[in-house]
T-cell receptor, first 114, second 112 residues
Framework: DGGITQSPKYLFRKEGQNVTLSCEQN?????MYWYRQDPGQGLRLIYY???????QKGDIAEGYSVSREKKESFPLTVTSAQKNPTAFYLC?????????????FGPGTRLLVL | GENVEQHPSTLSVQEGDSAVIKCTYS??????FPWYKQELGKRPQLIID?????GEKKDQRIAVTLNKTAKHFSLHITETQPEDSAVYFC???????????FGRGTSLIVHP
């Protein structure tokens, strides 16, 4: 299961607090993604990045921010503006346009609100 | 944009039975259709995929079929086993710089 890692596995957020979820990949993939998973709602795209120093909003970007300063890293910050952050967060990477355009997922971070 | 509908949301079968999960897509330009399996508390992982130039693909007990005219594709699992119990996601993509669109998932329960 190596290649893409996320930390921490569990994260607790207090009211009004910003928290950052880490995502690192050593697959040399250009594209990276953040998804939010809630029961019965599948995978909803928060942000994605096709190249370093560039990223785009997904379907549910409000209350979240990202950066892509290095190819290997795509951290997600859950800001205090996100009123319902409790969910399972999945990071993924892929090589668009390649022979295999599969998304490789990290193990996920479960965020809980105290 | 692309819209992917996945049915059923829950599927319960007896061990040894077959299971079929269906997805429809809206963008006729989509050409890559992967299926992911997510066991409880774990990451989704690719189990099989198909491109639009192929109608069917098999890998041991799993197979995927694609009907481009009707814009639907299906996952078939034969001789189901309890370890097949998981959530299965379909996805559709144009490839290249386009972002894949996922279905909402099907929870497959295989009873021993």
């Amino acid at each position: 299961d190596g290649g893409i890692t996320q930390s921490p596995k569990y994260l607790f957020r207090k009211e009004g607090q910003n928290v950052t979820l880490s995502c690192e990949q050593n697959l040399n993939h250009d594209a990276m993604y953040w998804y939010r998973q809630d029961p019965g709602q599948g995978l909803r795209l928060i942000y994605y990045s096709q190249i370093v120093n560039d990223f785009q909003k997904g379907d549910i970007a409000e209350g979240y921010s990202v950066s892509r300063e290095k190819k290997e890293s795509f951290p997600l910050t859950v800001t205090s503006a996100q009123k319902n952050p409790t969910a399972f967060y999945l990071c993924a990477s892929s090589m668009p346009g390649g022979a295999k355009e599969t998304q490789y997922f990290g193990p996920g971070t479960r965020l809980l609100v105290l | 944009g692309e819209n992917v509908e996945q049915h059923p949301s829950t599927l319960s079968v007896q061990e040894g039975d077959s299971a079929v999960i269906k997805c429809t897509y809206s963008d006729s330009a989509s050409n890559y259709f992967p299926w992911y399996k997510q066991e409880l508390g774990k990451r989704p992982q690719l189990i099989i995929d198909i491109r639009s130039n192929v109608g069917e693909k098999k890998d041991q007990r799993i197979a995927v079929t694609l009907n481009k005219t009707a814009k639907h594709f299906s996952l078939h699992i034969t001789e189901t086993q309890p370890e097949d119990s998981a959530v299965y996601f379909c996805a559709a993509s144009r490839g290249g710089s386009y972002i894949p669109t996922f279905g909402r998932g099907t929870s497959l329960i295989v009873h021993p």
